[in-house]
């Protein structure tokens, strides 16, 4: 697509529950960067994939949080048992390779709020 | 790991101000990143730029990689110009880690 595309735009769920955030990135783009941002902050780096694999993942904060890339395209981030401390802005990004060698586009977002 | 600092973290321009957003890393960077996040939460990627100068239309940009940092210049600022300036340095040192500065917040009066 044009664009990197992040489905829902806003999730609001209760705590405890599961939850999925899609990302589908720019055609073509190998490399994809799922970032969290709270309010007032800059965004936080979660995950990062070259193709089907996680290249990089510490920035995952707990085994509550996973992300898939199956078929080296759209991405999904997934939640379990969410707690109200989860609640913010999930960023997804993508870029033509390397992020040494090049700039990335994010989406707009998925809001999420756990209530 | 790498801290990344910007400053300042406020900003106040009148229309047709010209600006200098600065943003300092405490260790040698294999990427520099500035965005722009407008106020409707978009992040929009304004240079890549790990060394040497780039301009595009009124806002340009310098990475002297080996002082560790990074300006970036706003001239005759508008009003579409006010939102939140990041930049986002990476390193390969010990895997990858891009670290995003806090950001500085600009609002362009008319």
């Known amino acids: 697509g044009a664009g990197v595309s992040q489905t829902p735009s806003n999730k609001v769920t209760e705590k405890g529950k599961y939850v999925e955030l899609r990302c589908d990135p720019i055609?073509?783009?190998?490399?994809l960067y799922w970032y969290r941002q709270s309010l007032g902050q800059g965004p936080e780096f979660l995950i990062y994939f070259q193709g089907t694999g996680a290249a990089d993942d510490s920035g995952l904060p707990n085994d509550r949080f996973f992300a898939v890339r199956p078929e080296g395209s759209v991405s999904t981030l997934k939640i379990q048992r969410t707690e109200r401390g989860d609640s913010a802005v999930y960023l997804c990004?993508?870029?033509?390779?390397?992020?040494?060698?090049?700039?990335?586009?994010f989406g707009s977002g998925t809001r999420l709020t756990v209530v | 790991g790498i801290q990344v600092e910007q400053s300042p973290p406020d900003l106040i321009l009148q229309e047709g101000a010209n600006s200098t957003l600065r943003c300092n890393f405490s260790d040698s960077v294999n990427n520099l990143q500035w965005f722009h996040q407008n106020p409707w939460g978009q992040l929009i990627n304004l240079f890549y730029i790990p060394s040497g100068t780039k301009q595009n239309g009124r806002l340009s940009a310098t990475t002297v990689a080996t002082e560790r940092y990074s300006l970036l210049y706003i001239s005759s600022s508008q009003t579409t110009d006010s939102g939140v300036y990041f930049c986002?340095?990476?390193?390969?040192?010990?895997?990858?880690?891009?670290?995003f500065g806090a950001g500085t917040r600009l609002f362009v009066k008319a």
């Open positions: 986002a340095a990476m390193t390969y040192t010990g895997g990858f880690k891009t670290i």
């Open positions: 055609s073509g783009h190998t490399a």
């Open positions: 990004a993508s870029s033509l390779g390397e992020p040494a060698n090049y700039g990335y586009t």
